[in-house]
């Protein structure tokens, strides 16, 4: 049977963690249809038609951004398919295990690894245990962590087929009244290649700029602890670990961050870790790569001057 | 509001270092500290804030889990909680149980909010709240940083991928807590001597003739590979070096 992975896109883009789950959605053995829900959904499913391995895209255009108008579409169409796919961000989060439940199916979230259609390894305990999971049930709803699997590589764009589906009416629901954004042109923050990220060390809102500027001069995304977004310091959306974005960039720059297990849990996937902190007894400082001891106030700016910023 | 339901998990505390079973059969949990999972904390506190704002009567604290959880719901009480309710289960439960359960209890105690932590920092599954909307059919709002009633509706604010976005509910309706929802108090000690004199019922989870079976099979519980330290770098240029070559081999891929 085939597989039905949901599209995650914001202002009419598709996501980059899009394509990582469409991807790796291949090894789950059936053909991948693509579902674009929301506003935008007809430009959005012209993005997804062109991703290699895709069947055809289907679209339920305009549809509410809501887990109660979304569950009832993806009821009426799970009889077609084995495997439901989310990337594990806000849209999936919300919606497989409500989807799930009126299934009466156990989903699999936060997948790192997919051993088997029915066989997966997901992380517990903030990532200080990975539990291998077999699920024998009739169906699979599953959500995959797009920082644990690779890009798909550049190839000259498909053309797979783009059908509406009709949306079911839903009873009265949510309604969505405001969105605040975090502006900004930096690359998708769970799939970059490098990421800068900042702790409370900064202090302030103005002088995590700092942290901000160098990613701007490598072309990185922006990360930030809890307590630095508690702090006001960074947006919640650039929150990485336990309970934030989990990453898994070439390059990790950590300045005036302690590494706390909740933190770690969100950058163990890092290929090098840079971490800039006066402690050299702090957690972060002992798993990273290359460790400089020093005040990130004098440290970042000469570094900023020495990468020619 | 007449009633809120709050459910809380007891969970190994989050300031534990946790080490996998050398058999590969779970995660030791035997004599380490147990506490109420970190966002059920929140979900409580928003709670007790909405009773003490007069926009809700009474609020239920439930747990599903052994005897011991107890004192999870006593935490609650001692928060400001009225009444606590232990679904007892010796066993681990799946948290499509878990919901479930929830789910029967909702039909008796007919709250018209129900708050939930936005994940249990054990499985970190993050499920069991929307799951409960499901099966009662109700509205969700999961990761709320602010909750507002107006009129018979619900404002949340709720964090998602791109910042940060404001929902109206009507009731009733599920809401999971996130870290940014508020900050929980610390009860006092005559709070927690009080705590102890507040109704806690305990009922066997068996009494509510769900199918508690789980669906999943746990084949292994591993230890993540483990991350060899690294070196200490001499000073700002050799940094620049490191980091300016890194950066080539990131965009090279
Ligand atoms: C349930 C739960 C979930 C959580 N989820 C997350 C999560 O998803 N993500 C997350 O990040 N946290 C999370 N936390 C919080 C986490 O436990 C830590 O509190 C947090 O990560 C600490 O952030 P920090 O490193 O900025 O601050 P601190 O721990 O205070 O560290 C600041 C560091 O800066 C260094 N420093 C100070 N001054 C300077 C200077 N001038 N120059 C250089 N270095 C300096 C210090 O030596 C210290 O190491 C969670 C906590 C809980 C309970
Ligand atoms: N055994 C339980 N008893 C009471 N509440 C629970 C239980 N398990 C989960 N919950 C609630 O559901 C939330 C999400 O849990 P989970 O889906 O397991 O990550 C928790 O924060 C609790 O509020």
């Known amino acids: 049977m085939a597989v039905l992975v949901l599209a995650e896109h914001d202002l009419g883009a598709l996501s980059p963690a899009t394509a990582r789950v469409v991807a790796a959605a291949q090894a789950l053995g059936g053909p991948v249809d693509v579902l674009v829900t929301g506003q935008n959904a007809e430009a959005v499913a012209d993005q997804a038609a062109r991703l290699h391995g895709v069947r055809r895209v289907r679209t339920a255009d305009g549809t509410a951004p809501t887990a109660e108008t979304l569950v009832p579409l993806l009821e009426g169409l799970a009889g077609e398919y084995s495997h439901i796919v989310a990337v594990s961000a806000a ?36 990532g200080n245990a990975i539990e291998t999971v077999r699920s024998e049930q009739p169906r699979q709803l599953l959500t995959l962590r797009a920082s644990a699997f690779p890009a798909p590589r550049p190839e000259p764009p498909a053309e797979a087929p783009v059908e509406p589906v009709g949306a079911p009416d839903a009873a009265p629901v949510a309604e969505l009244i405001a969105t605040f954004r975090t502006e900004g042109a930096r690359p998708d923050l769970a799939t970059a290649r490098i990421v800068v990220g900042g702790g409370v060390a900064l202090g302030s809102a103005g002088a995590f700029r700092l942290v901000e500027q160098l990613a701007d001069l490598l072309g990185a995304a922006v990360g930030a602890t809890r307590a630095a977004v508690d702090a006001g310091y960074a947006p919640n959306d650039w929150q990485v670990g336990q309970t934030g974005k989990v990453i898994a960039p070439d390059l990790y720059i950590a300045i005036g961050i302690s590494g706390a297990l909740q933190h770690l849990a969100g950058i163990q996937g890092a290929k090098t870790i840079v971490a800039i902190n006066t402690d050299a007894e702090a957690p972060l400082m002992k798993i990273a790569d290359y460790r400089l001891v020093g005040d990130l106030f004098t440290v970042v700016p000469e570094l900023i001057r020495a990468l020619g910023g | 509001m007449d009633k809120i339901l709050v459910a809380v998990k007891r969970v190994v505390d989050h300031n534990v270092r946790i080490r996998v079973k050398p058999d590969g059969s779970g995660v030791e949990t035997d004599n380490v500290r147990l506490s109420m999972n970190p966002f059920d904390k929140h979900a409580v506190e928003a709670a007790v804030q909405l009773a003490e704002a007069g926009a809700a009567r009474e609020i239920v604290a439930v747990s599903i889990g052994p005897r011991g959880a107890t004192d999870v719901i006593l935490t609650a009480l001692a928060m400001g909680a009225h009444r606590g309710l232990l679904v007892e289960a010796e066993e681990k439960l799946e948290t499509l149980a878990v919901a479930k359960l929830l789910a029967a209890v909702a039909a008796e105690e007919k709250p018209e909010l129900i708050l939930l932590g936005k994940q249990a920092v054990d ?20 990761f709320a940083s602010a909750i507002k009633p107006a009129g018979d509706r619900l404002e949340v604010m709720r964090e998602v991928d791109f910042g940060r976005a404001e929902y109206r509910l009507p009731l009733p309706a599920v809401v999971t807590a996130d870290l940014r929802l508020n900050v929980p108090r610390n009860a ?41 330290g690294g070196r200490a770098v001499a000073d700002i240029a050799e940094l620049a070096t490191i980091i300016a070559e890194a950066q080539a081999a990131a965009e090279i891929g």
Do not use: C, N
């Open chain 2, 123 to 142: 499985d970190d599954a993050g499920h069991v709240g929307q799951m409960l909307a499901g099966l009662l059919d109700w509205p969700q709002a999961s």
């Open chain 2, 188 to 228: 006092a000690l005559p709070m927690v001597m009080k705590a102890r004199q507040k109704p806690l019922t305990i009922r066997p989870a068996a009494e509510f003739g769900i199918d508690l079976a789980p669906r999943l099979r746990i084949e292994i519980v591993a230890a993540p590979p483990a991350r060899a």
């Open chain 1, 91 to 126: 849209m999936g989060r919300d919606a497989i295990p409500r989807l799930a439940a009126r299934l009466d199916l156990m989903p699999v979230t936060d997948i790192v690894e997919i051993l088997a259609p029915d066989r997966f390894r997901r992380p517990i305990y903030a």
